[in-house]
């Protein structure tokens, strides 16, 4: 896994393509965790909520666009959490801690939504590739620093 310095992945010049996700995060520190049911392979895994950056679309733009199409909230983001690669070729993840500015999330295109406590993180199928960044989530959220938001 990387971290924010390995710099932005070039959308615009198709030279990579970039979903966008968000570790989103209660008063207690739990974290929001969605089930997909969609495509089959990924039926029933756990996620991060979050989808793909349009051509052209800036991140975070796309980011909140997602919460709001999948989760019906409006969310401010913070740090980034970390990224990886997709086993998709020339497709990387990248998450940022975030957290809801208004509304209460609701899974609006199915699934289901749970707030997870950090003991719990290991309680769902998360997607292979999201292992490493809920490592990365569990190790931060155990640290006693607060997360800056929005991000500086
Ligand atoms: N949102 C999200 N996608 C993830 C995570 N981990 C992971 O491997 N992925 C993969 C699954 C999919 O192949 C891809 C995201 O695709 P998506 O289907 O959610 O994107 P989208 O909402 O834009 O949907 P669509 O327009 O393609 O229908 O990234 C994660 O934590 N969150």
Do not use: N
Request: net charge negative.
């Amino acid at each position: 896994m990387t971290g924010a310095a390995s710099g932005p992945v070039d959308v615009r010049a198709g030279r990579g393509r970039l979903v966008v996700a968000v570790a989103l995060l209660d008063g207690q520190r739990r974290v929001l965790a969605a089930r997909r049911t969609s495509p089959p392979a990924y039926a029933g895994m756990w996620e991060f909520p979050g989808g793909k950056v349009e051509p052209g679309e800036d991140e975070l733009a796309a980011l909140e666009r997602e919460c709001r199409e999948e989760l019906d909230v409006q969310i401010e983001a913070g740090p980034v959490l970390g990224q990886v690669e997709l086993a998709s070729p020339g497709w990387r993840l990248r998450v940022w801690f975030g957290r809801i500015r208004s509304g209460t999330p609701r899974a609006v295109e199915g699934g289901e939504l749970r707030w997870l406590s950090v003991p719990e993180l290991g309680d769902v199928s998360w997607l292979p590739a999201d292992l490493p960044l809920v490592d990365a989530l569990r190790r931060r959220l155990l640290e006693p620093e607060p997360l800056v938001f929005p991000a500086v």
